[in-house]
């Protein structure tokens, strides 16, 4: 599980709560992703898959492309 808050001037504008739900034999993790932002009716949620040798931080771009593509 893994947290991510987006902040701008100390004001919380977005928070993404990952959970890894399983890891196959080729490396790549499945992982649920909640997106919350403010002023969002609702929560966003989103399933992808992301190989855990390419790093966190390929793994926060694949993230919030998708959370674009959702809003």
Known sequence: ???????????MIGHVYGRNLST?????SKYKIDY???ELPK??????????DDGIE???ETIMQ????LI
């Open 36 to 38: 919350y932002k403010p």
């Open 58 to 60: 390929k793994l926060v």
């Open 43 to 52: 929560l966003l949620t989103t399933t992808l898959y992301h190989k855990r």
């Open 24 to 28: 196959d034999s080729s490396g790549k």
């Open 1 to 11: 599980m893994f947290t991510m808050e987006i902040r701008v001037n100390g004001t």
């Open 66 to 69: 998708e959370v674009q593509e």
